[in-house]
């Protein structure tokens, strides 16, 4: 029954492993079966649609799928009742009384309320955390996907639609119960996943998943497995060159640069781009703007009706995303999205200069500032008002943030080591729970005191306070800070030196720093020379974008936890999963799957880089990452394959390295043929001449180099230990 346009499978069991290891050409076709799909369902696919058009093999010269999966599996929706969790991708009964109308939901955005109808939005609704007991939400039902409907279901359906019929806007909205366990209505793809791996669980068998699992797997095993492949599809549908990509929606490139020209689309822009009274923030949520746009003068039809309402929220989120990667948003304006889960998108616009906390972070990366800014600015004798941060502190760095993790750099001040605070600033500190906090500290290779490591602490001017900083800690020592928004616990790491740097009139220098703050803190102001690559300020890492971002300002962090609480192997390695290490991290009681999966993510990328090693756990369970001590004994244990199959070896690389990568262009935006043939020798040097040297579509390449040089340094500086390994082994 599994079929595809082309008389054999789409699917393979490669797409459990990620996009890299589908072959090229395998990827060529899903894209071109995805292309077709779309333009035959309205121009849109959301992640978990798009695994459905492969695994249930939609047709779409018929518009139909062919598959005939039993509707028992379906989640039954009794209009005008309560609205169940219906995830993207879920096959629907929609019921009232005994008629019965099928169908797939196709999109799902938030829909809580404290909008007007141009877009305003107050502040606090922008990035909100989902409702403790039921968040509101529009749900977009497609009804065509099983062929054209009867004569009796086109009434019915037409029933829904008038008002008070059930149906509000042409989609339903309510509120939604939380699932069970560890997954949020707003995880999209952990939704649909549990939904496969649960009441759905009989629709895969239509499939080949079953087959590519044991025999015996449990719900979670396939949760798992649904999860990864549905990640793969989105990655692969983004890459190709007939779709643009926004969050986990993929929309026609022709029906985007369509809108693009409307007048519709210079309303949208007009509406958002323009900050508040005085300059300050305005947000402006996209959907009641929309609705508003697109019913004037239509005698009351609702132009947002079905499919092409959700088409045309991902049309106005990719008009808006174009003009913050061309730099049209204006003069003295910074635009950026703050929420993509609310009404369809919230916007934020105001005049410069902004809070430093939006200091280098991607304008298209949603980081809920709005609902930040609620508690109000602190003012106080000593703050500075943009900042919230006291004039004799530290500096603060904002290297990551999105709805669910923070990750800092903060070098300490003297001020800072005597009074025992951890500056955060204002504005950063009122992204994390108000009240105590613990401080996790790991104080690179050097063993603390008992109660140094785990210490409660307590809210502070700009930061928190109540912090016994160690004795060998210096005034401008750097650390790396990370914080689960929904947590209680701030994870903290100094970076040591590969080698000390010797200071005339201090002694060595065993932990990186920021000198001016050294120099100031230590009186050695007029004493000490600075180079020019110790004066300038430490740049922000740039993580690689997908469905959940790998951060780089994690990997030391990673590396401390495992050795602190890891489980012994080895050769004196240390290993957990992804799960024990979230939890190591940010404590047991964080349960978010979204940050799950960001650490998750970033140990992936530190396994492909050789700074740990990644082994599949027996039973299909979670990944396992092990890190190893540079010692000969260690390294002979990972030559000899201790760490599992499939994994790639590697030595730990410098701090001090900023690796070769790929890193995500604005939408729209394409690579420059050098850094597309740089790219092909990177890849060529390090794999060989058989190398897959296409550079992946919308991104571009970034020159290995050491921190604080520019790329004229070797930018392929792991290539000797690679083929000195493949050497080696033959």
């Known amino acids: 029954m599994w079929r595809s346009d082309e008389h054999e499978p789409l699917l393979c069991r490669e797409v459990l492993l990620g996009i890299d290891a589908v072959p090229p050409s395998r990827r060529d076709r899903i894209q071109r079966h995805l292309a077709s799909a779309l333009e035959a369902r309205g121009g849109l696919l959301h992640a978990n649609n798009a695994f459905n058009v492969l695994y249930f093999d939609y047709d779409p010269a018929a518009r139909r799928y062919r598959a005939e999966p039993d509707p028992d599996a379906f989640v039954e929706v009794a209009i005008g009742g309560s609205l169940p969790v219906l995830p993207s991708g879920a096959f629907v009964r929609l019921t009232r009384g005994a008629r019965e109308v099928w169908g797939e939901v196709a999109a799902v955005f938030g829909s809580r309320a404290a909008v007007e109808p141009d877009g305003w939005t107050a502040a606090s609704l922008s990035g909100a955390p989902a409702g403790d007991l039921l968040d509101e939400q529009r749900v977009v039902i497609d009804t065509q996907v099983f062929g054209p409907l009867s004569v009796d279901e086109a009434v019915e359906q037409g029933r829904w639609l008038r008002p008070g019929g059930g149906f509000e806007g042409g989609h339903l909205v309510g509120g939604v119960p939380a699932l069970s366990g560890e997954v949020s209505a707003r995880d999209q793809i952990g939704a649909f996943a549990q939904f496969l791996a649960g009441s759905g669980r009989p629709l895969l068998d239509l499939g080949p998943l079953p ?253 928190v306070a109540g912090v016994s900083w160690p004795p060998s800690m210096y005034p401008g020592i750097r650390l790396t800070v990370a914080a689960a928004r929904a947590g209680r616990r701030l994870v903290a790491t100094s970076i040591r030196y590969p080698d000390p740097v010797i200071v005339d009139g201090f002694g060595p220098v065993r932990w990186e720093c920021d000198w001016e703050l050294f120099a100031e803190g230590t009186t050695l102001a007029d004493a000490f020379q600075l180079s020019p690559a110790e004066q300038g300020r430490w740049q922000p890492s740039v993580a690689r974008s997908a469905w959940r971002p790998a951060v780089a300002s994690l990997e030391h962090l990673i590396v401390e936890s495992l050795k602190r609480d890891g489980d012994d ?85 410098s701090r001090h390295w900023v690796r070769p990568r790929e890193r995500r262009l604005p939408s729209g935006q394409q690579a420059s043929p050098q850094s597309k043939s740089d790219y092909a020798r990177w890849r060529m040097e390090v794999e060989g001449l058989d190398a897959d040297t296409e550079l992946p579509a919308g991104t571009t390449f970034v020159h290995g180099h050491l921190r604080g040089n520019g790329k004229d340094k070797p930018w392929h500086r792991h290539v000797p230990q690679h083929q000195e390994r493949r050497s080696r082994n033959g």
């Open 569 to 653: 192997g080895p050769a004196g390695s240390r290993a957990l999963d992804g799960r024990r290490l979230t939890a190591a991290l940010f404590g047991p009681d964080t349960r978010s799957p979204a940050l799950l999966w960001t650490v998750i993510h970033t140990c992936e990328d530190m396994a492909v880089l050789g700074m740990l090693t990644r082994a599949a756990a027996p039973r299909g369970g979670p990944d396992v990452f092990t890190w190893w001590p540079d010692t000969p004994e260690a390294r002979d244990a990972r030559e000899a394959g201790i760490w599992g199959d499939g994994d790639t070896p590697g030595d730990p690389m």
């Open 211 to 463: 087959r590519w699992l044991e025999q015996d797997a449990d719900a979670a095993v396939v949760e798992r497995a649904v999860r990864a492949a549905v990640t793969c599809v989105a990655d692969i549908m983004r890459s190709a060159g007939s779709i643009r990509g926004w969050g986990l929606y993929g929309r026609s490139a022709r029906g985007a640069k369509t809108f693009a020209a409307t007048d519709q689309a210079e309303e949208v822009r007009a509406a958002v781009v323009r900050p508040a009274p005085g300059g300050g923030a305005r947000y402006s949520a996209l959907w009641p703007l929309l609705h508003t746009l697109t019913t004037r003068g239509r005698d009351g039809l609702d132009a947002l009706a079905g499919v092409a309402g959700a088409a045309a929220v991902v049309d106005a989120n990719l008009v808006l995303a174009d003009i913050v990667s061309d730099g049209r948003q204006g003069n003295g304006i910074d635009l950026r999205v703050d929420d993509q889960w609310q009404q369809g998108g919230i916007w934020r616009a105001q005049s410069v200069p902004t809070t430093s906390l939006l200091d280098g972070l991607d304008p298209l990366v949603p980081a809920g500032i709005g609902f930040a800014e609620v508690a109000g600015a602190e003012a106080a004798k000593g703050v500075n008002a943009d900042d919230g941060v006291r004039s004799d502190a530290g500096r603060v760095h904002v290297e990551h943030i999105d709805d669910e993790l923070v990750v800092l750099t903060v070098a300490l001040s003297k001020a800072d080591l005597s009074a025992g605070r951890l500056e955060l600033t204002g504005p950063v500190k009122k992204l994390l729970p108000t009240g105590s906090l613990v401080l996790r500290l790991h104080h690179d290779g050097d063993d603390l005191e008992a109660g140094a490591g785990v210490q409660p602490v307590h809210p502070g001017w700009s930061g």
